[in-house]
């Protein structure tokens, strides 16, 4: 199994060198990123498992011990983020296959498109199971890196524009974590996880706070919590379509999983959970208030995107094995929905020319299978029963009504209040894009349906069919989503055995030093 | 735990300038508080590290210093010049795009603020607020801009076929 663990990292390395190499052999590049990206949702399956099975794995790279060397952990959390992550990132790079293949490669420019992807999915992958703090700063390095090239691909203007603000954002963020590595490793003399948990304990409480506000500061900004969210809106709607889908599907979440391992492992206290409850509630009614007055439907999914990571931080601070489960279920609901309703809008873009709300109408009509493949997320993401988006957050309110005080209570209505809200975004953007007629929007011009009518028309030459690739990744994503809900119940044990795990350093602290630490 | 006050000092000095930079909308100066934000946290990482003076591996016992923070600087180090690199071309780009290497306000932002309020404020950028001042009046012409080049070789592709389908239409006639 140790083997496995270090593969689900080497693997995209190692395939990224090989695509880098092959940088005149699209179809070969296609077929390595593809293959690697198979086998690492099959490891990760696999590990998954195995972890559930037979309780979390260690791995000391290069057979240093503990303390000294670089550990891997996986347990259940982050086998679990490891399958859906590889899984979307493997729908999306089928979707992005698509649309190089009919784009002419434009869009995409294949020959750094694959190995950047694979770098950022090595990046993702690390982040999951690094051990040791210093582990997770390369990895969100990796990724962020990545990001960079993938958010700027094509080197268009609106697009230099965008991944500027995204670009100085990060630095300033990891710069901000760096700092605070450095400022734990000076007052502990550790990196490593499950050593910082007891050493981190001993020092005085007002250092302990300092250290974690910065840490969270750090991850904050990575995860677009809400005084630190404003840069996602600006930044995320420029990228083509299924780079957009993957960031706002999984970059965030690994900001909160990181969040999730500084609350529960390296400050076990809890000492910041009611600024968290606080902030939580904030990021909810502000990002769901900036997504209903949107008119472009990728700017208003980055702002319900902002606006859901609330529901994870609420249940991350109600500090609860339940609360942590809810959290957990409700980060792999949101990163496989998420992704979908962005997969969607490429589609919508691709059909309509425009992701402008006021320019497009009558889709309906003329795409009906897209204004499926956007209604079904759209109703899991509104917290609609049965889908899991609805489970997701009744756990969380179960769990916050079992922590019973005023905070919590107030936090489970805005819940409310938001995912009502969310529907109403999300629908009204539905039902002008799709449902109204096209005569209804002023100026609009529909190249299919103009080609629809006139038999030809001076732009026919310029409409791009939609490739029948990107629609079958766009309906496998929905069908994953819709999976979530008709297996709630197997994911759910998951998640709540995941939820015990991390409630409390002591688990993991014991599968690092089975022995116990000195 | 004695730490050298000069390379504090310097770090503190490190910090202010490079977060008065970072402020910066040119994105040059962006640069520049970036690489001297990235200095002082190596600094901070030297100073946290203990006494100065001795070798990582190499002297007697107790008097070795801990190599570990000398590795986290080697990899903040490679890791900001990496960065910078990119940072670099993506202000040429930027350059050779726009004539400009500010960053501007976001068009989708301001449109909806404006949007109920009547004031339209046009918060372009005065150029003394770039590297480059106002010395360049338009953009250079010869830069490449994707856009406008696939549009031309979609123009250029449509015209060629056109052509051979005269050209086949002849061999036919003929």
Known sequence: MSALTTLVVLLPLLGAAAALTQANRPRVQTLIAVSVLSAVLLIGAALLVAVNTNGAIAVEVGGWPAPYGIVLVVDRLSALMIVVSAAVLLAVLVFSVGQGLADGDRETPVSIYYPTYLILATGVFNAFVAGDLFNLYVSFEILLVASYVLITVGGTKPRIRAGTVYIVVSLVSSAIFLAAIAMIYGATGTVNIAQLTVRLAELPADIQLILHVMLLIGFGIKAAVFPLSFWLPDSYPMAPAPVTAVFAGLLTKVGVYAIIRTEMIIFPDGQLNTVLLIVAALTMVIGILGAVAQSDIKRLLSFTLISHIGYMLFGIGIDTAAGLAAATFYIVHHITVQTTLFLATGLVERQGGTTGINKLGGMLKTSPLIAVLFFIPLLNLGGIPPFSGFLGKLALFEAGANNGSVLAWVLIGCGAAVSLLTLYALARAWSMIFWRDAEEVADYENPLAMRAETGSSPTVESVRTTPRIMVGATVAMVTVSIALTVFATPLFDLSANAGENINGPAYYVNTVFPGGLE | ?174
């Open chain 2, 1 to 174: 735990m004695n730490a050298s006050l000069t390379l504090v000092v310097i770090m503190v000095v490190l910090y202010s300038v490079g977060v008065y930079l970072l402020l910066e909308r040119s994105m040059t100066r962006v640069l520049l508080g970036f690489l001297l934000v990235g200095n002082a946290t190596n600094l901070l990482i030297l100073i946290v590290s203990g006494p100065s003076g001795a070798a990582a591996f190499f002297g007697e016992e107790d008097a070795t210093a801990d190599p570990l923070p000398q590795a986290f600087i080697l990899t903040a180090i490679v890791i900001t010049f990496g960065v910078s690199a990119f940072l670099l071309a993506l202000i040429y780009r930027s350059w050779r795009l726009a004539n400009a290497d500010v960053v501007y306000d976001d068009s989708e932002d301001l449109a909806m603020g404006s949007r109920r309020s009547s004031v339209t404020t046009d918060r372009a950028v005065d150029g003394d607020d770039t590297e480059f001042g106002t010395r360049a009046a338009a953009a250079i012409s010869t830069a490449l801009d994707l856009e406008k080049q696939e549009e031309r070789e979609e123009q250029e592709s449509l015209a060629a076929e056109r052509r051979q389908r005269e050209i086949d239409e002849k061999e036919a006639d003929a």
